[in-house]
């Protein structure tokens, strides 16, 4: 089958000028990860349980009451819209004196203004600035405008543990650090923590994670309270023979948290972290292929690195938000002289091709470019194949002005998509353009299970 739509891909080059990227055709495998499953290696004991453990060290740091940022480094947001403004939602410029506005707002004359143990209490987004409002570069150009918001940052999860540096003017909205990522936030979405629930978490043992992503959270009453997202870690309190005891904080009136217990269907939940395989992350990640792009995690989707963070954090490797900062990161047990990760960039087409293959763990490594980041899955019938969430690969509409032909979701394609199809920069597929691989643990941390 396989071999097929590679053929496919060789013969089927457009005969004509494309004007529209959109009608550039470009196929695309089976979307099925089964296919790429040869083996059932799983992680040892040890392994699992040093993920966990860095994983928990990381996800609690924010209680450390340690801020990662001066003033200098908030301020950034600001000098990067009054160089340049930017274009709004509706299209049209920003004017300086909108810029001004955010400015008062955040009052960062102030910072840091607190210094509050917190949670986050409704699913949502942390932005670079304390506005809704999205900022474009260029409307027109391909990149620099939708869905690429220069103001959204991330998304970030119920139960997230957060520290309150800084509030804005208004109170309406709060600066706020997690151990993965740093935003702007609502302050209607995360609710201060006192002492004896800051030591009651640090303390829990045990969480959850959810195996069907927007697995809806009930009440007692089967009444809607949030939806449980793969990447989401739940406290695991008790069980039944066919329901999971947790809770999730919500924020009263006065903005303090609270906890609220719920029972979770022990089918479409699993202990954390779970069981490392090829299969068991092709099983996970199965439910969210042609899931759509979600540039910072808007709508609910999720980006390149999002989705990553998300599928791996559930088997605990902690990864950073960014797909930069996750090509070089550094576990807590890597030394300087035990490196995972691999400098690509000296070497051509055919020499990335070769290491890739030497040395690359399917389903275990990542692999990056400037501005995105994939995971390689493995080969089949001499191709290499990998799993990403992808806007859209580079075209040329002219011999000056680039486009791209969407994709917009998470999606199986080779390492080499668009090769030989007319309309797609040849000098900028994938392959070109990936500068680095990083294993996520050594082939001995494998138990040696087939």
């Known amino acids: 089958m396989l071999a097929l739509f590679v053929a496919a891909i060789?013969?089927?080059?457009?005969?004509?000028?494309?004007?529209?990227?959109?009608?550039?055709?470009?196929?695309?495998?089976?979307?099925?990860?089964?296919?790429?499953?040869?083996?059932?290696?799983?992680?040892?004991?040890?392994?699992?349980?040093a993920l966990k453990k860095e994983y928990l060290t990381y996800f609690f740091s924010p209680f450390d009451k340690k801020p990662k940022h001066n003033v200098k480094e908030l301020q950034w947001g600001l000098r990067e819209a009054y160089q340049?403004?930017?274009?709004?939602?509706?299209?049209?410029?920003?004017?300086?004196?909108?810029?001004?506005?955010?400015?008062?707002?955040?009052n960062l004359e102030a910072y840091p203004s607190a210094k509050k143990p917190a949670i986050i209490t409704r699913n949502s987004n942390l932005r670079v600035l304390p506005t809704s409002k999205p900022q474009f570069s260029n409307p027109n150009q391909a990149g620099k405008g939708f869905p690429f918001d220069n103001w959204q940052n991330s998304a970030i999860y119920v139960g997230t543990p957060v520290l309150i540096t800084h509030y804005s003017r208004s109170g309406k909205w709060a600066f706020v650090e997690s151990g993965f990522v740093s935003g702007w936030i609502l302050a209607l979405d995360?609710?201060?923590?006192?002492?004896n629930q800051v030591q009651s978490?640090?303390?829990?043992?045990?969480?959850?994670?959810?195996?069907?992503?927007?697995?809806?959270?009930?009440?007692?009453?089967?009444?809607?309270?949030?939806?449980?997202?793969?990447?989401?870690?739940?406290?695991?309190?008790?069980?039944?023979?066919?329901?999971?005891?947790?809770?999730?904080?919500?924020?009263?009136?006065?903005?303090?948290?609270?906890?609220?217990?719920?029972?979770l269907n022990q089918n479409a939940f699993d202990k954390f972290p779970m069981n490392f395989s090829a299969q068991a992350?092709?099983?996970?990640?199965?439910?969210?292929?042609?899931?759509?792009?979600?540039?910072?995690?808007?709508?609910?989707?999720?980006?390149?690195?999002?989705?990553?963070r998300d599928i791996l954090g559930n088997f605990g490797f902690?990864?950073?938000?960014?797909?930069?900062?996750?090509?070089?990161?550094?576990?807590?047990?890597?030394?300087?002289?035990?490196?995972?990760?691999?400098?690509?960039s000296h070497l051509n087409v055919e020499q990335k091709k070769n290491f890739i293959q030497q040395q690359a763990v399917p389903f275990a490594t990542l692999l990056g470019m400037k501005g995105h980041i994939m995971l390689y899955i493995g080969?089949?019938?001499?191709?290499?194949?990998?799993?990403?969430?992808?806007?859209?690969?580079?075209?040329?509409?002219?011999?000056?002005?680039?486009?791209?032909?969407?994709?917009?979701?998470?999606?199986?394609?080779?390492?080499?998509?668009?090769?030989?199809?007319?309309?797609?920069?040849?000098?900028?597929?994938l392959i070109d353009r990936i500068y680095g691989m990083r294993n996520l643990f050594l082939e001995s941390e494998f138990d040696g299970t087939k």
């Open 10 to 49: 060789l013969s089927g080059c457009a005969t004509k000028a494309i004007k529209n990227p959109q009608d550039i055709v470009v196929p695309l495998p089976p979307q099925d990860l089964s296919l790429f499953v040869k083996e059932s290696h799983s992680l040892d004991n040890t392994k699992k349980l």
């Open 84 to 106: 340049d403004l930017g274009f709004g939602e509706n299209l049209l410029p920003y004017q300086k004196e909108e810029i001004e506005e955010l400015e008062f707002e955040a």
């Open 190 to 195: 995360v609710g201060i923590l006192n002492d």
């Open 201 to 263: 978490l640090r303390q829990m043992q045990d969480f959850l994670v959810v195996r069907k992503d927007l697995t809806p959270i009930k009440n007692s009453h089967q009444e809607y309270l949030e939806s449980a997202r793969i990447g989401m870690l739940l406290p695991l309190l008790g069980s039944t023979t066919t329901q999971y005891e947790s809770q999730i904080f919500l924020r009263n009136s006065r903005g303090y948290a609270y906890t609220l217990k719920v029972a």
């Open 281 to 308: 992350v092709a099983s996970l990640a199965q439910g969210i292929v042609g899931e759509k792009y979600g540039w910072g995690g808007m709508f609910g989707n999720r980006d390149c690195s999002m989705f990553l």
């Open 318 to 344: 902690y990864l950073l938000r960014n797909s930069q900062a996750q090509m070089r990161q550094k576990s807590i047990q890597e030394s300087q002289d035990s490196t995972l990760y691999f400098d690509l």
């Open 379 to 429: 080969e089949l019938d001499g191709q290499i194949y990998i799993l990403h969430d992808i806007w859209g690969l580079r075209t040329l509409q002219n011999e000056t002005q680039e486009g791209r032909k969407i994709l917009g979701k998470v999606v199986i394609t080779s390492i080499e998509i668009g090769k030989h199809i007319q309309g797609i920069h040849q000098d900028k597929l």
